[in-house]
């Protein structure tokens, strides 16, 4: 069965940090770019990051630069979300996805885990 994983999720307090995983089981994600995505309750799913196949390129939405770290180890089929100094509007269920390339199509959706960041 090909999936995607997430874990890490879980409650946190502003200013905290988290980092969330996403194993693939079933495929390789070597030749794929991985992103990771949100949706808060009454919006629309957005784009967080996105890492280029290679590694060798990412990309950051505007309200996560310098503060969220995307990687990626291919030796375990993985893809990472490391997230410092989180705000109450980083709430959201995070989902991670494997394109074709980043800001291209989906091959793959994880089901999703959900962070939240109060106090």
């Known amino acids: 069965q090909l999936q995607l994983v997430e874990s890490g999720g879980g409650l946190v307090q502003p200013g905290g940090s988290l980092r969330l995983s996403c194993a693939a089981s079933?495929?390789?994600?070597?030749?794929?770019?991985l992103g990771w995505f949100r949706q808060a309750p009454g919006k629309e799913r957005e784009g967080v990051s996105c890492?280029?196949?290679?590694?060798?390129?990412?990309n950051y939405a505007d309200s996560v630069k310098g503060r969220f770290t995307i990687s990626r180890d291919n030796a375990k089929n993985t893809v990472y979300l490391q997230m410092n100094s989180l705000k109450p509007e980083d709430t959201a269920v995070y989902y991670c996805?494997?394109?074709?390339?980043?800001?291209?199509?989906?091959?793959?959706w994880g089901q999703g885990t959900q962070v939240t960041v109060s106090s």
């Open positions: 996805a494997a394109l074709y390339y980043c800001s291209g199509p989906i091959g793959y």
């Open positions: 079933g495929f390789t994600l070597d030749y794929y770019a």
């Open positions: 890492i280029s196949s290679s590694g060798g390129s990412t």
